[in-house]
Structure formats: structure tokens, C-alpha cells
């Protein structure tokens, strides 16, 4: 047969509408079997919609899908997976209250008893050296321990072609590392690899051949190992990358922020409890907080920001006066101004104006309120002020939060912050599900409020994003934080290790260890 | 010891169609729907068991009867919620003031027939014995909810259906995304809830009275719903607590008539009190078990959300 020679799967002039938006504009790229292919764009330049389609959860408007040569039209993924197409995706389709055995039994087309099939999973497992127990609840499992189940609910239908949805923005580097070796073996099989991501190094480290997205249409075909990770950023943003400009010859001010055996009991069952958490941040310090989903980085914002108050007031103290037992808007008014993770419910209220939003938080600060009454001028013109400042795509003032991309709310949500001028700013995940240019202009923000004598501590999973940042970096682990290091002199091998859990020497007093990091 | 033989076939007899209707809701609420609309299920079971027996002369015609009206009438609580995805809560309550009128229409050509009763299952003997009778002399329907309570939980927990039906109501986005219908598997658990309270009203009209009244589930399908949470979503416990408000039902029932006088204290308890102990009891469990996290809790976490795919 010709199946040998014809590519796995080849696309051409694949183009999907939705409505106001052309998802996929002629996109015509080909996989070969056992290529590790990677499909790499911006958030929005359509990958997303791209392997939908592939895996049958939509259906393209137009172009023809080639599989093994043959035309391919899947209505279902239950199709698709017939055919040997398996996908992991970026945000998993588990079953929190279920067992692992459950999950993988449902997304299981053949018949298969219970028993026989936790045979076949522990046989996969142990050929690809992956580590789960088929008894245990999802809900207590870790990330990376969620995507395995992914990716072994693929493996167990022999796939010649696997989808892999951004599947490390939630591993720590030594996952990652286990990842690339599972996805290499499978390769070597001859099983070939669909590969989305925005993350440079990995595609350079991992894949065989880039297909370069932006705004739906294709950029460019490369060999990531040809090109630089510069010259791919720079196809898949369309235009020179703007660097951070941090000014030189900055120093340090005074302590802002003291954070001092700050411990807080987990909320629930799989709440994360801080332990003994200690940090210090001077005026114009970015301090860096990293670490893998779900060791405490929220609980941590919470007492920071005073949604959940500490017991000791001494333990979080900004310019020297105690706070910690302030509610979150008294610590406003000392200064302290927080952006958490979720943009939607928590940051802003998708409901409302985005002047009615400036209220939230910034009422008491920029005077909004007299007699109880809300002056909606004024937000008004402060909401326009953020707006035009943080060149947020919005119709206006009036615009309802929940309109806006999640980029430009984003940026909407910092300025709002930003040009309150607080003191200390707290925010975790700046960046989350935002495209490059808005990601751009949330760091340069985010610099210059330093640059102008703030302290600000960025909670974020996107190590490089850290890196590139911050001035100190420490890493939370199951609630306790790490001694905090030079960006400048950091060990990316030790601070992987430290996300995974590693502690390479016992936590000495912070202040110490700053004296000794500011002497250099 | 006689008072206690009656006692008990009291009970089981007034368990009996909350059970049944429990079940269902049960395992529509295990799909991730909220259906309010039990108690007017169970009233367009009741008239519509009563009339088919009536009108065929055969109660096994007429049980399948309800089964189908319930079933149609939860079916058209379905096209509202699942086909034009409107407000649960709101849609359940409105089902339960149709079934109330709808019933009572269809009904009054119905007022003071009587209906043939179902034959004994076991031997006539057995089933008179004044002491066996307790195993042996219910009606047909009671027998079949008690299978109902195994065949549902095994159902739920072995069957690969019932995964996939606990899928569809753990999280209705995830199934879909693997390629289960959620509105498919959604209306076949609300017909099935539909048919289950259809049952458990024809009980009212077909063995308990046996006669045709207004209303005369008499708000036994709130009993039913709260049963659901009282049970924590688990079909034995459903068997469990259905017998726990069967005793307090009967409480009730002999507060009201003044037959409490076997108890020295209960006589000064007034019958409403028995009447709000299943709900009191229902917010006490549910405090209780949600003092445990959602997933020790066994609720389906889709409850009563709309299904709305992105595309």
C-alpha cells in the first residue's frame, strides 16, 4: 500500500468561520508518521479551532482533511479515535469525583471489562514508565498526575496520531523532561504527534517540524531546530518583539512589604495550608513567587490581599505598620493593591460596566464615593483613563466586563490597579490566557510601576515569565516558600527541583538571606 | 404485637411511593437535572394509573399507564430544559402546578369510580397469615420498588450506561468533549424520573385509597425530593431514609387521628411537627455531609446547570 509514503495526515485549505471571526483562513500543512509536529501561534490565531476540527469536534467550512491518504471526514471524536486519533487536552476532561479506572473506562469506545482494562493500563504504564494509581479519586490527584491520565487514556487506543493541547503549562520542568521522553518513545513507534504550543524552547527541544499560526492564517512551515527561538516569536507575533526595558542602575528603596512567619490553615479538605511563610520586598523589587498549580499560590494571594486575615497582625506588615489583621480594604488604603488569577468573578464582575468595576477597588483610594452616594462620573473618567492608557481594546466606559477578550481585560484589570499607585502590588498570574502583545505590555506595566518605587510580587507557573521579570525569585511547594535567590545567579535545575518538591537545604531567615543577595 | 403488624404494613405502604418517585429523581439528579416537578408527576401518574385501570379493568395496564404519563409529562419538563435550556427550578415548579391542574381536569370525570385492585403475588395464604403478612401481603408495586432500589444502584455503580450517566451529571462539558450526548443521556433520565414518579402517584389512586381525589399526593413529592438529599444521592440510603419518613409520615398520620395515646409524650406533639421532621431531618443530613467536601458529599456537580456547549 501507498499508506507508507503518503503523508499521516495532510491538511489543505482547511478555512472555518465563526460569526465576526475567520478561525482558520486556507491552512494546508501535512504530518508525516512518526513526526513530532508543532503548531504554534498566539492565543487566538486559531490552533485551537485547527485540531478540533482534526479530531471531529467541528467541522471545517471549507478544504479537505487527508488521512493516510485517504479523504477523512470524522463527525465525532468517537470517529476520530476509531481512526487512531487521540487528543490530550489543555484543560482536562476528567471526572473530579470519579477514580482514575472510571475516567479512562469513559473515554473508552470498545466495551472492556473493568478488570481487563486496569490490566491493559497498567501494561501501558509500565512500557511508557508513566506512575498512577488506577484506584485513586481524580480529585486528589496532582496536575501532572491528571494530564497521565490523559495522555494513558490515549495510548490505550494505539494512536497514529496524538493531539497534545499546550500540555505543559502546568508541569514542573522534571515533568516536563518525563514528557518529552514518553512523547519521543511514542515517536520512535512511528505514532505521530500534533504538538500545540507557545513555548519556544520546547518546540525547539522536542519537534521535528513547526507550522506557524497568526490570526488564522499560516506564517511559515520550519525546522524548529533550524530557526532561532527569536526568528519563530517573531513570525508568531508579526512583529519585532518588544523586550522588557528595565532601567539601569536601579536601587533597591526601603522595605515595603514584610511578610514574616505568616501561616494560614488550609480552607476544606484540599485546601492548602501556608506554613511559616517569609519574604521581604523593597520599593522598586519585582519578587517573584513560582511554582506548579495548586501549592497554596491562591491562599497566599488571599492573605496577602486580606480576603482571608491572619491571626497574627504582625505577619504581614506594609511600610512598617501591621496588617494582618486588616480587611482587604483597609489594606487599600495603606497601599496595597491586588490583582488575583481568575479575571471572570473574582478580579472583575463580568456583569458590569468597566466603570462600575473601578468602583470595586478603587473607590476609597480615588475618592468614588461621598455619602454613601457613587459618583459615577468619576469612575467613569477613570475607567476612560485606564482604558486609554493600557490601550484596552473596549467600546468604552460603559463596555460590561465580560465583553472583553481575556488579554484586554487583563490589562484593563492591572491598569485599574496600576494607576492607583499603590505601594505594593500583588498579582498572581498576569499573563494567564493572554496573548503576547497584551502579555508585553502587562510586564512593561508591571516594570515601570517598579521603576516609580513600588514593590510588587508576582505569583506565576510561567517560570520564564519569572525569569525574564523579576529581580528575586522564590518557589511555594505545599505551602511553604523557598528562600528567596537572585533572578540575576538563579539555577533553573534547582529551582525545577524545588517545584517538584525538593528541598535542597532548610529555609534560613529571609532577612539574612536578602542581606546577603542585595550585598552583590 | 398486632398494632405493631399494622404499624409496619402502614409504613412500608406510605414509603412506598416516595421511594419509587425518590429513585427516579434520584437518577435524574445523577444526570446532572434538577426536576421540581415530582409532585405533578406523581398526580398525572395517579389519574392517569387510575383512569387506564378504569377504562381496561386491568391494574397492570394500569401501572404501565402512569409510567407513560409520567414519563410524557417529565419528557415535556425535558424539551423546556434540556431542548430550549430554560431555568430548572422555575420549570419544575411549573410542572408541578400543570400535573396539579391537569390531573384534576382529566379527573373529574373520575370522582367516586372505584378501580379492581391487584391480586396477591405470594399465596393467598401467606399473604393472610396474620404474622407472614408482613413479608408477604403487599402490593405488587411495593415489590417492584424494592427491586427498583437494586436494580438502580447496581445500575449506577456497575453498568457502564450508569458511568456515563454519572459523567454526563459530573461534568456535562468533559462528556460531551469525549463524544457522550449529554441531552440525550439528560432526557432518557428524566423520562425514566418521570415514570418513576408517574408509579409512585398511581400508588395513591390504585392501592392506597383506592379512589380518585385532588391532590391526594398531598405534597408527598417535596418528601420525595428531599428524600434525594436526605440519601446523599446513594440508592440504599434512599431505602433507608425512605422507611425513616415512612415512620414519620405514620406519625403524623396518628397524631392527626389522636392515636399517639401509646406514647405518653407524643401526645402533646401537634401533627405538623411529624409533617416537617422529614424536611428538618433533610437540612440536618445535608449540614451534616457537607460539612465533608463535595465529592465525600456524592453530589452530581452539574445539578441543575444548563448544558451549553461553546459550539
Not at chain 1, 494546508?28 to 485540531?51: D, Y
Not at chain 1, 493572554?434 to 502579555?439: E, Y
Amino acid at each position: 500500500m501507498e499508506s507508507s509514503i503518503a503523508p499521516r495526515l495532510q491538511l489543505t485549505g482547511i478555512t472555518k468561520r465563526f460569526p465576526g471571526v475567520l478561525a482558520n483562513d486556507n491552512v494546508s500543512f501535512s504530518v508525516r508518521p512518526g513526526e513530532i509536529h508543532a503548531l504554534l501561534g498566539e492565543n487566538g490565531a486559531g490552533k485551537s479551532t485547527l485540531v478540533k476540527m482534526i479530531y471531529g469536534i467541528m467541522q471545517p467550512d471549507a478544504g479537505e482533511i487527508r488521512w493516510n491518504g485517504q479523504p477523512l471526514s470524522v463527525s465525532n471524536p468517537k470517529a476520530a479515535r476509531k481512526l487512531g486519533i487521540g487528543m490530550v487536552f489543555q484543560h482536562f476532561s476528567l471526572f473530579e469525583a470519579m477514580t482514575v479506572l472510571e475516567n479512562i473506562a469513559l473515554g473508552m469506545d470498545a466495551k472492556i471489562h473493568a478488570r481487563d482494562l486496569e490490566a491493559r493500563i497498567r501494561e501501558v504504564m509500565e512500557q511508557y514508565g508513566l506512575k498512577l494509581d488506577p484506584h485513586r479519586t481524580v480529585s486528589t490527584l496532582s496536575v501532572g498526575e491528571r494530564q497521565r491520565i490523559e495522555i494513558v487514556r490515549a495510548l490505550l487506543l494505539n494512536p497514529k496520531l496524538l493531539i497534545m493541547d499546550e500540555p505543559t503549562s502546568v508541569l514542573t520542568p522534571q515533568e516536563v523532561e518525563q514528557l518529552f521522553v514518553v512523547l519521543r518513545q511514542l515517536a520512535a513507534e512511528g505514532c505521530s504527534i500534533l504538538y500545540i504550543s507557545h513555548k519556544l524552547h520546547e518546540i525547539k527541544a522536542l519537534c521535528d517540524t513547526a507550522t506557524i499560526l497568526r490570526g488564522g492564517k499560516l506564517v511559515d512551515t520550519c525546522d524548529p531546530k533550524v530557526e532561532t527561538s527569536r526568528s519563530m516569536a517573531e513570525k508568531m507575533i508579526g512583529a519585532g518583539l518588544k523586550e522588557i526595558t528595565k532601567p539601569a542602575g536601579r536601587s533597591l528603596g526601603q522595605e515595603k512589604l514584610v511578610v514574616n512567619r505568616l501561616s494560614i490553615p488550609g480552607a476544606g479538605p484540599f485546601g492548602i495550608a501556608l506554613k511559616d511563610i517569609n519574604f521581604t520586598v523593597r520599593g522598586g523589587e519585582i519578587f517573584g513567587i513560582a511554582g506548579v498549580a495548586g501549592n497554596g499560590q491562591n491562599a497566599l494571594l488571599l492573605a496577602l490581599s486580606g480576603e482571608v486575615l491572619s491571626g497574627d497582625a504582625e505577619a504581614i506588615s506594609i511600610d512598617g505598620a501591621p496588617v494582618g489583621q486588616l480587611q482587604a480594604k483597609s489594606r487599600r488604603l495603606k497601599g496595597l493593591a491586588s490583582v488575583p488569577e481568575e479575571r471572570n468573578g473574582h478580579a472583575a464582575v463580568p456583569e458590569f460596566s468597566l466603570a462600575d468595576n473601578t468602583i470595586l477597588t478603587a473607590r476609597d483610594r480615588l475618592g468614588m464615593v461621598s455619602a454613601g452616594l457613587i459618583k459615577a462620573g468619576a469612575a467613569k473618567t477613570y475607567a476612560g483613563e485606564v482604558i486609554t492608557a493600557f490601550a484596552v481594546k473596549a467600546l468604552g466606559p460603559g463596555a460590561t466586563a465580560g465583553s472583553l477578550s481575556g488579554g484586554n481585560l487583563q490589562k484593563y484589570i492591572m491598569g485599574r490597579e496600576i494607576l492607583q499607585k499603590p505601594a505594593v502590588l500583588v498579582v498572581s498570574q498576569p499573563t494567564w490566557g493572554v496573548d503576547a502583545g497584551a502579555a508585553a505590555a502587562i510586564h512593561q506595566a508591571i516594570v515601570d510601576l517598579a521603576a516609580a518605587g513600588s514593590a510588587v510580587v508576582v505569583i506565576s507557573q510561567d517560570l520564564d515569565e519569572l525569569l525574564s521579570l523579576c529581580d528575586t525569585l522564590a518557589v511555594i511547594n505545599e505551602g511553604r516558600l523557598s528562600r528567596p535567590m537572585q533572578v540575576a545567579g538563579a539555577d533553573i535545575e534547582e529551582i525545577g527541583l524545588l517545584m517538584g518538591g525538593i528541598h535542597g537545604e532548610a529555609p534560613t531567615t529571609p532577612t539574612a538571606e536578602l542581606e546577603l543577595a542585595h550585598a552583590h | 404485637m398486632d398494632f405493631l403488624i399494622a404499624a409496619i404494613i402502614t409504613i412500608v405502604g406510605i414509603s412506598t411511593p416516595i421511594l419509587l418517585a425518590g429513585l427516579g429523581e434520584l437518577v435524574v439528579e445523577k444526570s446532572g437535572v434538577l426536576n421540581l416537578g415530582v409532585e405533578g408527576m406523581m398526580l398525572v401518574g395517579a389519574i392517569a394509573g387510575f383512569a387506564a385501570t378504569v377504562l381496561t379493568g386491568n391494574p397492570w395496564l394500569g401501572v404501565i399507564g402512569a409510567a407513560v404519563a409520567g414519563a410524557l409529562a417529565a419528557s415535556l419538563f425535558g424539551f423546556f430544559v434540556l431542548t430550549l435550556n430554560s431555568n430548572q427550578v422555575a420549570t419544575g415548579l411549573a410542572l408541578t402546578i400543570f400535573g396539579t391542574g391537569l390531573s384534576s381536569l382529566i379527573g373529574l370525570s373520575f370522582v367516586g369510580r372505584i378501580v379492581p385492585q391487584f391480586g396477591s403475588v405470594f399465596p393467598p395464604e401467606l399473604a393472610r397469615d396474620p404474622l407472614l403478612k408482613v413479608l408477604f401481603g403487599y402490593s405488587p408495586v411495593v415489590y417492584f420498588a424494592l427491586i427498583m432500589v437494586f436494580a438502580v444502584g447496581w445500575f449506577l455503580k456497575s453498568t457502564r450506561a450508569g458511568l456515563i450517566l454519572r459523567a454526563v451529571g459530573e461534568n456535562d462539558l468533559s462528556a460531551h468533549s469525549i463524544g457522550y450526548s449529554v441531552i440525550g443521556v439528560r432526557y432518557a433520565a428524566v423520562a425514566f424520573g418521570g415514570a418513576m414518579a408517574g408509579i409512585g402517584g398511581a400508588y395513591f389512586s390504585m392501592v392506597i385509597t383506592p379512589m380518585w381525589a385532588e391532590r391526594m399526593t398531598a405534597g408527598r413529592g417535596w418528601i420525595a425530593l428531599a428524600l434525594v438529599l436526605f440519601a446523599g444521592w446513594r440508592a440504599g440510603r434512599l431505602l433507608v431514609g425512605a422507611i425513616f419518613f415512612g415512620v414519620l409520615m405514620w406519625m403524623e398520620l396518628n397524631a392527626k387521628a389522636g392515636g399517639l395515646s401509646f406514647l405518653s409524650f407524643a401526645q402533646y406533639i401537634p401533627s405538623q411537627f411529624w409533617a416537617a421532621m422529614p424536611y428538618l431531618m433533610t437540612v440536618v443530613v445535608l449540614t451534616l455531609i457537607s460539612m465533608r467536601d463535595r465529592v465525600g458529599l456524592n453530589a452530581p456537580a452539574c445539578l441543575g446547570k444548563p448544558f451549553l456547549p461553546a459550539t
